[in-house]
C-alpha cells in the first residue's frame, strides 16, 4: 500500500511540476522567425499564439523538440493576464511544493472566484484536489478545465491517473489515447497506452 501511494504522490507531483516547468522556460529568450520555426513568426493574440503552437505539437516528431513546444504552452497558460491572479498562482505552486494544500486551496479558490474564465486556475485546483485524494472534487475541476481549454493535455492525464487509481482502465486508455491526439509525442502517455492496451487484452482473454 505504502509502494501505491507513492506512486500516486509520485504522478501527481508529476502532473503540478508542469506549471513550475513553464514558468522556468519564461526567461528564455524570444526565437525569431525562421523557416525551422514558423511558429515563432508569432500571431499576436495569446489565443493565436497558443493555437499556432498546438498546430506545431501535434506536427512535431522529435520528443524534445515536442516538448520544447509543450514547455511554451504551458507558459502561454500560465499568464492569466491579471498581476494579482499570477501572483496568488506563484503563491500556490510554493505551497504544494511544501505540501501544504490547504494554503495551496485558499489561494486557488481565491484564483477561481477572481478569474473563472483562466484554464490553469482550475487545472492547478484540480491538482491539488488529486494528491489530497480527493478525486471527485478533481474530476469536477478537471471538467471546469476542459470546459475553457479542451486542449488541456495536463488536465487530461490527470483524469486519466483518476481512472487508472480507481481501477478504471478502459476509461483511463481513453483518457490517455485523447491526450496522444493532442501530443503525439508525449513519451509517458505512450507508456500508460501500451500498458493499459496490454491489461486490458489479458483480461479478456
Known amino acids: 500500500m505504502r509502494n501505491r501511494f507513492v506512486?500516486?504522490?509520485?504522478?501527481?507531483?508529476?502532473?503540478?511540476?508542469?506549471?513550475a516547468?513553464?514558468?522556468?522556460?519564461a526567461a528564455a529568450?524570444?526565437?525569431?522567425?525562421?523557416?525551422?520555426?514558423?511558429?515563432?513568426?508569432?500571431?499576436?493574440t495569446q489565443a493565436e499564439r497558443i493555437d499556432a503552437l498546438f498546430v506545431s505539437l501535434k506536427r512535431e516528431r522529435n520528443a524534445k523538440a515536442?516538448?520544447?513546444?509543450?514547455?511554451?504552452?504551458?507558459?502561454?497558460?500560465?499568464?492569466?493576464?491579471?498581476?494579482?491572479?499570477?501572483?496568488m498562482m506563484q503563491w500556490s505552486q510554493q505551497a504544494i511544493e511544501?505540501?501544504?494544500?490547504?494554503?495551496?486551496?485558499?489561494?486557488?479558490d481565491q484564483v477561481v472566484t477572481l478569474s473563472p474564465d483562466y484554464a490553469e486556475g482550475w487545472n492547478?485546483?484540480?491538482?491539488?484536489h488529486f494528491m489530497m485524494r480527493s478525486f471527485g472534487k478533481s474530476m469536477a475541476d478537471i471538467e471546469r478545465t476542459l470546459e475553457l481549454e479542451?486542449?488541456?493535455?495536463?488536465?487530461?492525464?490527470?483524469?486519466?491517473?483518476?481512472?487508472?487509481?480507481?481501477?478504471?482502465?478502459?476509461?483511463?486508455?481513453?483518457?490517455?489515447?485523447?491526450?496522444?491526439?493532442?501530443?503525439p509525442m508525449l513519451r509517458s502517455a505512450q507508456g500508460e497506452v501500451a500498458t493499459l492496451s496490454e491489461e486490458?487484452?489479458?483480461?479478456g482473454i
Open 29 to 44: 529568450p524570444p526565437q525569431q522567425p525562421s523557416a525551422e520555426n514558423p511558429e515563432a513568426a508569432a500571431p499576436k
Open 21 to 25: 516547468l513553464a514558468v522556468e522556460t
Open 66 to 87: 515536442a516538448e520544447r513546444i509543450a514547455g511554451r504552452i504551458w507558459q502561454e497558460w500560465n499568464d492569466s493576464g491579471s498581476a494579482t491572479t499570477d501572483l
Open 124 to 128: 492547478r485546483r484540480a491538482t491539488v
Open 7 to 19: 506512486l500516486l504522490t509520485g504522478l501527481a507531483l508529476a502532473w503540478a511540476a508542469a506549471p
Open 98 to 108: 511544501k505540501k501544504k494544500f490547504d494554503v495551496a486551496l485558499d489561494f486557488l
Open 150 to 183: 479542451p486542449r488541456h493535455f495536463g488536465a487530461i492525464s490527470g483524469l486519466a491517473q483518476i481512472m487508472k487509481e480507481t481501477d478504471r482502465k478502459q476509461r483511463a486508455l481513453d483518457a490517455y489515447q485523447r491526450v496522444l491526439d493532442i501530443y
Open 200 to 203: 486490458l487484452t489479458g483480461e
